[in-house]
Every structure is written in structure tokens, then in C-alpha cells.
């Protein structure tokens, strides 16, 4: 092994722990922090939204992969500016959280829920920096081995952010009482970990890499451009909510439609913006169509019609795992599980079992084919869910049936997601690599995360058992996308 490939190993692993640290601090552990404040299931369901960011990135990829950051860019080079900029907005979002006890008053829970939107969109930016220089620094035969040094060290950080966070808090509060002074001292130490990726994007090497030169005034036009875009498209979700609340009803599957809509109806909108804005002058048509069209144009000429069905797999693989996930925590807080028997079992051996499922994964992959381990990932992801309808059932809490069920349950989601990254890479263009690949991973979890923030009112409405039970048959059609697509993809990827 030559000293750039050990060196490249060590930068992703620690670049990993700092991408994983953010993500459960805006799903998992805020989720355990919010309901032991008493903040209802529902409205955190709906404060899962927070990181729909994950779900948008492909929006920005473009921006981050194009823009110079003034005095920034010069220094470090851009992909280091980028990383350095997103890590100090994630430090600044976790500090800001740490200041508002959502018990207190209305608006300290809406001050603590911007600042989770803030960490959301800083910790989506990071991933997209962080992806594209992987796929910088080293060849395509190198890509698998450092892609999995990265997960191992993200699971690193989802293992700080998850269990860390827990033990922090437990530590400084009394056992099964509310103590914001526990969370905020716990939220300011997950802020301090953040310097991990700070030292490392200060020590590592700016890719060599041709990048193109562009003008400050087209780089200023650009982000213009893209500002408007995110205006437009915020000031129309605000309307179409307005206009569409005539039409909501107490059904939570009407309500979903209604908010897809929303979705639908507001990126059309800042679509339409965009190419308006672009004709006229403030973007150049092949400004406008190389930094978001291109990308995206290759993907479909080159699948052309399997394209769609690719994408249905892509938006609905990970819909069973999600959804459940978000209530996951929720629930155990609901059935009498103290937050160190959370912390030990669901965070580090959940965490732990969860990575050794995703690199059980690749290896099957790699042996078996990637068509047939996305096919198995999906049936145990679905199946697992079902294990915790038997725990929804026990009379009293049960550390050993816990065990075993976040066993299954990240075992699975493990083995489901080591499947899905190799599935993604394999359609990836080298061509538009960065973006395709942000663009793939944001799809993925931008259904499921828009659905997830009805799980809460599932579970008021039918039930931890009846919301598991519902999981698990939300993976169905993506077994069936899968057998759909089984012979197309295998026959395309011969040709490649």
C-alpha cells in the first residue's frame, strides 16, 4: 500500500466521523431530547422535516461543485473551502440549538427547530464536499476501499452523535427526569467533536484536479441565480400551503398527497423560475444547462426508458427503514426504556451490528452481484420492522428482546444500505460523478423522509403496533420494482 493511498485512507475515515456526527443530532437523538421534554409524537414527526436537506442537496451539488469562496478558495482550494465553511455552519447550528429548551416556550422550540434546519442543510453540504472529493483524490479501482473507510467512520460519528450524546446526558441528569442543562452541556460537546473534521480539512491536500476558472462576475451571477431559485421555491411551499390547507382532512394518507403536491407544485415553480431568470441573462444558456441540466440529460440518454424505473427504485428503497426509523427512538422512550439502555443497545450495539451489516453487504456485492443483494436488502429491511410489533406486545420493558430486535433491525438496514451505495455508484456517470452521485443519494431519501413526517400521527392514529405492521409493507413495491428491473439492469451493466 504507497503512502497516498494510507494517506487518503486516514482523511476519509476522520472526513467520515465529521459527516456522521451531524445527521442524528437532527434525527435520533434530538428525537429522544424532544420527547422527554414532552413535545408531542407528532409535531416531532413533523420536525423530521428538518432534514429534508439530505433530500435536496442535488439542488446545491451543482453550486458547491462550480463556486469559489472569496479568500477561502484561494487559500485552501475549493474543495477544502467548501468543507471548512460547512463544518463551521454545522458547529455554529449545534451551538445555537444548545441555547433553547423547547419545554419552556413556544418559540425557544421553534428557535431549537432552526437551528436543526440550519445543521440539516450545513451537514448536507459537508456530504456533498466530502463525496466529491473522494471521487478527486484517487482512481476508480481505489473508490470502493475508501468509500468504505468513509462509512466506517461516518457510523464512528452516528456513534458519538447517538450514543455520546445519550451517555453525556444521562451523566449530568437524574435517571428518568428532564434536565435541559444535561442536552445543552451534551449538544455543546457534539459541537467540540466537529473539530475532528475541522483539523483534518486543515491537514489534508487540495485535490489536483483542472478546474475551470471562471470569472467573478459569472461565480456572482451563479450564486444569484441560485438564491433566487431557493427563494422562489421557499415563497411557493409558504403559498401552496396556504392555498392547499382548504383541503386538509383528518386522514393522514389525504394529508400526505396534500403535502406531495406542495412538493411537487413548488419545485415546478422554482424550475420554471430558473430558466426564466436564465433567459433573461442573468445566467447564459450554457451557463444554465451544464451546471443543472447536463447532469441529469446523460443519466436518461443513457438509460433512456429504464431511466424512470431506476429512479422509482432509487425513491422508494429505503422508504420501509426510514419511515420506522424516525420513531424508532420515540418509541423505546414510550415503552419504559431509560436513556442508557438506548444509548448501549439501539446507538453503540446497534451501531456496530448496523456497520458490520453494511460491510457484509459489499462484500456480497462484490461476490454475488449488486442486483441480488439490493433484492435480499430489501425483503429483511421490511421484515425486520415486524420484530417490533412482538416488542409493542411485551408487558414490561425487555433489554434482552430490545437486543435482538435492534439486532435484526440494523443488521438489515446495514446489509439494505451497503446494497443501495453500490447499486447508486454503479449508475453514476464519471463524467458527472459529484453531482450524479448527490443527486442519486438526495433521491433516496427524499420520499421517505416527506413521508416520515407522518409517522407521528400514524402511530397517535393506529398504533406502534398497526405503524410497524405498516413499515414493513411499505417495502412490497420496492420488491417488486426490483424483479422489474432485474434482466434490463443486468444487461446494461454487461455493455459497460
Not at 435541559?180 to 491536500?205: E, N, P, R
Not at 463524467?431 to 443519494?441: D, G, L
Request: one cysteine or more; a positive charge; glycine letters at 8%.
Amino acid at each position: 500500500m504507497n503512502h497516498n493511498l494510507r494517506s487518503n485512507i486516514v482523511a476519509l475515515f476522520f472526513l467520515g466521523i465529521s459527516s456522521g456526527l451531524p445527521i442524528l443530532l437532527v434525527f435520533g437523538t434530538l428525537s429522544v431530547w424532544l420527547r422527554e421534554a414532552g413535545i408531542e409524537r407528532a409535531t416531532i414527526g413533523f420536525l423530521s422535516w428538518a432534514g429534508l436537506s439530505y433530500g435536496f442537496k442535488f439542488i446545491w451539488a451543482p453550486i458547491v461543485d462550480s463556486l469559489s469562496i472569496p479568500l477561502l478558495t484561494q487559500q485552501f482550494g475549493r474543495r477544502r473551502s467548501w468543507m471548512l465553511i460547512s463544518q463551521a455552519t454545522v458547529i455554529t447550528a449545534l451551538v445555537w440549538m444548545s441555547l433553547w429548551d423547547p419545554q419552556q416556550t413556544h418559540l425557544n422550540f421553534m428557535l431549537l427547530a432552526a437551528g436543526a434546519v440550519l445543521l440539516g442543510f450545513a451537514s448536507a453540504t459537508q456530504d456533498i464536499v466530502i463525496d466529491a472529493y473522494r471521487i478527486d483524490i484517487a482512481p476508480d479501482d481505489q473508490q470502493a476501499l475508501l468509500a468504505g473507510v468513509a462509512i466506517a467512520g461516518y457510523r464512528i460519528g452516528m456513534l458519538f452523535a447517538g450514543a455520546g450524546a445519550l451517555e453525556i446526558s444521562a451523566w449530568i441528569s437524574e435517571e428518568n427526569s428532564y434536565d435541559f442543562h444535561s442536552w445543552q452541556f451534551a449538544y455543546l460537546c457534539m459541537a467540540g467533536f466537529m473539530v475532528i473534521g475541522v483539523v483534518t480539512t486543515l491537514l489534508i491536500k487540495e485535490p489536483l484536479i483542472e478546474i475551470s476558472r471562471t470569472p467573478i462576475n459569472s461565480q456572482l451571477r451563479l450564486f444569484l441565480h441560485f438564491l433566487l431559485i431557493v427563494s422562489v421555491f421557499v415563497f411557493s411551499f409558504i403559498i401552496f400551503a396556504n392555498v392547499l390547507s382548504y383541503f386538509k382532512s383528518d386522514i393522514t394518507f389525504i394529508n400526505l398527497l396534500i403535502s406531495a403536491v406542495r412538493l411537487a407544485l413548488s419545485i415546478l415553480v422554482a424550475v420554471v423560475a430558473g430558466n426564466t431568470l436564465s433567459n433573461l441573462g442573468l445566467l447564459s444558456k450554457q451557463e444554465f444547462r451544464e451546471v443543472y441540466i447536463s447532469p441529469f440529460v446523460d443519466f436518461f440518454n443513457r438509460y433512456g426508458k429504464l431511466a424512470l424505473w431506476l429512479l422509482l427504485v432509487i425513491c422508494l428503497y429505503r422508504t420501509s427503514d426510514i419511515v420506522m426509523g424516525v420513531m424508532a427512538k420515540v418509541f423505546y422512550t414510550d415503552m419504559g426504556y431509560s436513556k442508557i439502555q438506548i444509548s448501549r443497545i439501539s446507538f453503540i450495539f446497534g451501531t456496530i451490528v448496523s456497520l458490520i451489516g453494511g460491510v457484509f453487504g459489499g462484500l456480497l456485492a462484490i461476490r454475488y452481484g449488486v442486483i441480488k443483494i439490493l433484492f435480499i436488502g430489501a425483503i429483511v429491511a421490511a421484515l425486520s420492522n415486524l420484530m417490533f410489533i412482538y416488542l409493542a406486545n411485551l408487558p414490561a420493558p425487555s433489554p434482552i428482546a430490545l437486543g435482538f430486535a435492534i439486532i435484526g433491525d440494523n443488521l438489515s438496514g446495514g446489509l439494505a444500505g451497503g446494497a443501495a451505495v453500490a447499486f447508486l455508484s454503479t449508475l453514476v456517470s464519471k463524467q458527472f460523478s459529484a453531482t450524479q452521485y448527490a443527486a442519486f443519494s438526495s433521491i433516496t431519501l427524499l420520499f421517505p423522509k416527506l413521508l416520515a413526517g407522518y409517522s407521528g400521527q400514524i402511530v397517535d392514529h393506529a398504533g406502534y403496533q398497526s405503524f410497524f405492521l405498516i413499515t414493513a409493507l411499505m417495502g412490497i413495491p420496492v420488491i417488486l420494482l426490483i424483479l422489474l428491473i432485474w434482466k434490463p439492469y443486468l444487461k446494461l451493466m454487461s455493455t459497460k
